[in-house]
T-cell receptor, first 113, second 113 residues
Framework: SAVISQKPSRDICQRGTSLTIQCQVD?????MFWYRQQPGQSLTLIAT?????????ESGFVIDKFPISRPNLTFSTLTVSNMSPEDSSIYLCSVEPRGGELFFGEGSRLTVL | AQSVTQPDIHITVSEGASLELRCNYS??????LFWYVQSPGQGLQLLLKYFSGDTLVQGIKGFEAEFKRSQSSFNLRKPSVHWSDAAEYFCAVGGGGRRALTFGSGTRLQVQP
């Protein structure tokens, strides 16, 4: 298994500001994934982050809005830029240490006023 | 493209009653299938998974699921529900070259005393 820590666990932000979410894993993993869960909704994949390469974004998500860093095999950050109330969501980091199963952090609950 | 459908948005059962949550998937090859549970304010916890082999899989907390290829289904069952099972349940599909998972819209389970 993998233990994933996310910071912050929750935050309240003002419109137009940016917030960086950190994800730390207790083991080295090749692939990390960032998901968004809007209120009352399911999980939507934002991007896949591999160490040493640019993140791969899903349709509807762009690097300018959600820049991602992946400096090593245990850490990643997701920034939500120029926030609006529509960005209020839970942002989840996940990893696949082996064989197709994803492990999730507890998420970062973001509220934009 | 892969997709997951959970037809039931909300289900209410009495404590001690049996439970079945429906999941249908669309995938071109043999899928990897998962059920996750999310309690309020918590991250996602894996209940069980199917990769291959026996089509009836056992998971944690007394849950089981059956893969039926002919019906493209992976329904989750529990013979006797406990009040602590109240949560949101997500079915997910993955496999092939895509390492991230695609999630269904979720089913919210309410347990009546």
């Amino acid at each position: 298994s993998a233990v994933i820590s996310q910071k912050p666990s929750r935050d309240i932000c003002q419109r137009g500001t940016s917030l960086t979410i950190q994800c730390q894993v207790d083991s080295q993993v090749t692939m990390m994934f960032w998901y968004r869960q809007q209120p009352g909704q399911s999980l939507t994949l934002i991007a896949t982050a591999n160490q040493g390469s640019e993140a791969t974004y899903e349709s509807g998500f762009v690097i300018d809005k959600f820049p991602i860093s992946r400096p090593n095999l245990t850490f990643s950050t997701l920034t939500v830029s120029n926030m609006s109330p529509e960005d209020s969501s839970i942002y989840l980091c996940s990893v696949e240490p082996r064989g197709g199963e994803l492990f999730f952090g507890e998420g970062s609950r973001l509220t934009v006023l | 493209a892969q997709s997951v459908t959970q037809p039931d948005i909300h289900i209410t059962v009495s404590e001690g009653a049996s439970l079945e949550l429906r999941c249908n998937y669309s995938y071109g090859a043999t899928p990897y299938l998962f059920w996750y549970v999310q309690s309020p304010g918590q991250g996602l916890q894996l209940l069980l998974k199917y990769f291959s082999g026996d089509t009836l899989v056992q998971g944690i907390k007394g849950f089981e699921a059956e893969f039926k290829r002919s019906q493209s289904s992976f329904n989750l069952r529990k013979p006797s529900v406990h009040w602590s099972d109240a949560a949101e349940y997500f079915c997910a599909v993955g496999g092939g070259g895509r390492r991230a998972l695609t999630f269904g819209s979720g089913t919210r389970l309410q347990v009546q005393p």
